[in-house]
């Protein structure tokens, strides 16, 4: 693989952070992409934008921020409060989202030669998002393929991984101070460990501690 070329589905979270640091283990070349959507915490597109500037990552941001107009969420609008309903998606839920960003992502990908598009999607520890599930990936897959006559691979290095496991990988890439020190995966808009009481926060320290509980210093734990 370390002939291919990758675009990497790029928010400057935890996840994505992750899957950059995978995908420059694994291919020769590797760019990012971040979209704004509108998302209600400006400073992730800014914390995107300087960890692909740190790690000589090429960046491309688009606007998507349509998305924001057809699908009203707790993530762009400050007036919908951030909560899951038993039985119901979270509020943080965008319909299309994925669909559309690994889309765009496809055409930049075709647009620069690259075959491989990583995401960080997750079917083990998520909120129940349906475009986050193995098997919308696997479509979707097929479905670029064909409509562009181009052979993709959709890469979802995280896809059965729960969140100490996402830290374990993290530290066997050499990237686990990384990760956890200038990431942003809070809701509020918070850098590395967060508000600690939105969803996500409290979904990535779980797995912090659940990693460090078995980490021995100086070695990755898997």
């Known amino acids: ?15 994505s952070t992750t899957c950059l640091f995978w995908a420059l283990d694994r291919f020769a070349e590797v760019e990012a992409i971040t979209f704004d959507y509108g998302q209600r915490h400006k400073l992730e597109l800014d914390c995107a934008a300087e960890i692909a500037k740190e790690l000589n990552i090429k960046h491309h941001v688009l606007d998507m921020s349509l998305l924001n107009q057809l699908a009203p969420n707790a993530l762009t609008r400050d007036d919908i409060a951030i909560e899951q309903n038993e039985g119901e998606l979270p509020t943080t839920f965008v319909d299309g989202r994925n669909l559309l960003f690994l889309t765009f992502a496809a055409v930049l990908a075709k647009g620069i030669g690259a075959k491989h598009i990583v995401t960080g999607v997750c079917e083990t520890d998520f909120s129940g998002y349906p475009d986050c599930r193995d098997v919308f990936i696997k479509s ?21 991984l729960n969140k100490a496991e996402t830290w374990a990988l993290a530290d066997e890439l050499g990237a686990f101070d990384f990760v956890r020190e200038r990431t942003l995966t809070c809701y509020n808009g918070i850098p590395a460990d ?14 912090l501690d659940d990693y460090l509980a078995e980490r021995v210093p100086g070695e990755a734990v898997r």
Do not use: H
């Open 1 to 15: 693989m370390k002939k291919e070329k990758a675009v990497v589905v790029f928010s400057g979270g935890q996840d």
């Open 140 to 160: 979707l897959n097929v479905t670029l393929n064909l409509s562009m006559d181009y052979g993709f691979v959709i890469d979802t290095p995280l896809m059965w």
């Open 194 to 207: 967060g508000c600690g009481d939105c969803p996500a926060c409290k979904l990535r320290r779980k797995g």
